[in-house]
């Protein structure tokens, strides 16, 4: 399915044309705005992408490209009157489209979960159907937002001016293919926006809608709306999986950093592994073993825990999440975990150099190592319960790591380890017994 | 889809009536022959069975009951003349069919991905697809094989005289609803045999056929057919992700083993549970550190090794596998690795008390718990490459662990352990980047 974009316009309110920057290419944690359009649309599967350009679009072009290094194929097509309504853009696109198709605004974001529902819908190819958000966030600007009224799973109006409405347009469209003959007879009487058309096709009764359901989309039309939407999309880098200390502790830092981090030429990889030096380093500390060393060995802990959340928020803020990143994440922070709990031993041996404190660093290891190892499946039921369920995870252990640092009672943090992280594995075993 | 089953016939050939054992119930690897067809089915998706008895039929439906603890629905129809043609028995399920239906042998055994081709394919209702064999393996009873003759797609002709054909009958069948007034115009002509009634849809170019493809099937009419089956269901438990001292040491003798447990009243739980205490022995052995009980450690790692196959074997055979069991055993087993790198390190210390000992050992359970930890990823490419590549895997740590004892350098292989382990790791990282 192709998706067309519509970027022609100026962007008055959000600094065009005096920057000289067009709205499509301001950017967004990093990324201008119509690529992060683009690639929340390729994230729901779409590939083909045809891109409406009016003001500065020479600019938009050579930014994008053609699309290839996306694994996408951008065709563009000029709408010199920008200016007129944004039906006019649209026109602009009828001749690269032979099938239903996305409509999308360079100018909106959206949780690519929108799209992936609308793919499935079915249309007649003289429908539309537009995605309606019902009960709008308080990020969304409801005072410039278009409205509509609802009956019986059609809509009867569009208007900014509505007094009366059951929900706001989210200028997210799927569109049949014969939109561009309503679109021709309603600009052929002067009615040249996009909204008209929608209104067209709502007096025929062909304009039908489906609920965003609580995701993500806003407009951005202004500095204030664009600022929103980076706070917003910030916060959805919490994933239900996140421990408490996680939670609550290690993301709200991390996110910060990643906000930086998304502006700056390092790969996501390249930060799991210095989030692995800093607890190489740790490690070293700790194995010193006065007091000095191990409280900074045990601070050193939290920090790399931290950066360790932020390979991750870079690559979902640079839609450039992988599963072999995941995974190269994952076995590097198992290398970390081991040399942490030998550094803690080598340091608690130079005063004693006992048998059985080996053994324990053995087994919290074991532990530790196995609660990675069991932690797949146990996330796995945690997403599929929708993230109620408690969970032990590294963002605890290295909580727990600094806290017995500062206190300088690493033995009995050894000890506690061991049991815990055994104690913990033992549990899984159980409770996904069955599954 | 449901599934019609015949086991109506007497089963001279192999043992009935001296023996009072209908051939469905005669066992094959523990399982009753039926039981093993109904289950093979199961596999596939098929949830509801007719199954026509006839000749003591009663034992049959005491045997496998109406099938809710197999989370299946099992009808009984029976056929009072099983000692004519079985077209009969055929005809005694058409009450219970309302659409098209998986025609099944009680005595012929098959890989279920057959009949997960078959439930794909499409057939009109008055059409019938028979599975055959065009290459078939050589523990395939020519002889007593019905032949077929095949022409563009379709089935000309069977028989068991044929001199010359281009496969065999599987005795699998997938038939449209409308087969019955075929098989009834047949029978009414003096022709009882599902062959006979299968000729008659050639002559009307309604017989086609679906490619075996070199999965496993067999007609059971004889002692020696039953073991042939045995063995070839046996051959099949090696894994394509085996690594080799798997493949060529442990599986030939933990199939000899499982092949006697099959029979017996254990759960692959307890298989696997079984095999953990012979590891913790193994571990307590190593840990005294003189040569014999080096030795006798050595030797239960491995016989431990060799057990650690059963669990799914059984668990295959008795079509009980299950993802928790898989898991439940690898959780096990890394923690039956840990002790045993814990014993063998506790071993050495007996001589040499050193840091380094300990420092290699941790190291070595760090490399070996990661082998682990990323196998999984690892497999999953073998997997989809079909087999070909090495796999450094628990089965060589084992060998390596006991041949290590028997030559009485622990040390030196602790080190190659720490070595080798953490290679191997590194190596995936390296293997799989960009997957």
């Not at 000029?78 to 007129?84: A, H």
């Not at 799927?174 to 926006?193: A, M, S, Y």
Request: include cysteine.
């Amino acid at each position: 399915m192709k998706a067309v974009v519509l970027a022609a316009g100026l962007g008055r309110r959000i600094g065009a044309p005096e920057s000289g920057v067009p709205k499509p290419l301001r950017k967004v944690l990093g990324l201008p705005l119509i690529k992060r359009v683009i690639l929340s649309a390729r994230e729901a599967g779409i590939r083909e992408f045809i891109v409406v350009t009016g003001y500065l679009g020479e600019k938009i072009r050579e930014n994008l490209g053609e699309g290839r290094s996306l694994d996408i194929k951008i065709t563009y097509v000029e709408n010199r009157q920008w200016e007129r309504g944004n039906g006019l853009s649209l026109l602009r696109a009828r001749d690269y489209i032979d099938d239903r198709f996305i409509l999308l605004m360079g100018d909106h974001l959206f949780d690519p979960e929108i799209i992936k529902d609308l793919k499935e819908a079915a249309i007649k190819d003289d429908e539309v159907l537009l995605v309606v958000d019902t009960e709008p966030a308080s990020y969304i600007d409801l005072q410039d937002a278009t409205k509509v009224r609802l009956e019986e799973g059609r809509i009867k109006e569009l208007g900014k001016g509505l007094r009366e409405y059951d929900g706001v347009d989210c200028g997210i469209f799927l569109c049949g293919k014969d939109i561009f003959r309503t679109l021709q007879e309603e600009i052929d009487r002067g009615r040249e926006t996009i909204t008209d058309t929608m209104n067209g096709l709502a007096r025929k009764n062909r304009l039908f809608f489906c609920d965003s359901r609580g995701r993500f989309w806003i407009d951005i039309d202004t500095e204030e709306a664009l600022k929103r939407a980076e706070e917003t999309i910030l916060k959805g880098l919490i994933k239900p999986t996140d421990g408490i200390v996680s939670k609550y502790l290690n993301r709200p830092i991390s996110i910060r950093i990643s906000r930086w981090l998304v502006e700056r030429e390092i790969s996501p990889n390249m930060i799991t592994f210095i989030s692995f030096l800093v607890s190489v380093v740790s490690a070293i500390f700790l194995s010193l073993g006065n007091y000095v060393s191990t409280i900074a060995g045990g601070i050193l802990v939290q920090i790399s825990s931290i950066i360790d959340g932020c390979d991750g928020e870079v690559a979902r803020l640079r839609f450039q999440s992988s599963e072999y990143g995941a995974w190269f994440d994952s076995v590097l922070d198992r290398y970390a975990d081991g040399l942490i709990i030998l550094g803690m031993v080598i340091g608690l041996h130079r005063y004693n150099g006992g048998i059985t404190l080996w053994v324990y660093g053995y087994l919290a290891l074991m532990g530790t190592l196995l609660t990675s190892y069991t932690a797949m499946k146990y996330d796995a039921l945690i997403r599929a319960e929708g993230g109620t369920r408690w969970r032990f995870g590294r963002d605890t252990r290295m909580l727990m790591i600094m806290t017995g640092a500062l206190l300088n009672e690493m033995y009995y943090l050894l000890i506690t380890l061991m049991v815990v992280t055994n104690l913990v594995t033992l549990r899984r075993l159980y409770i996904l017994r069955g599954a």
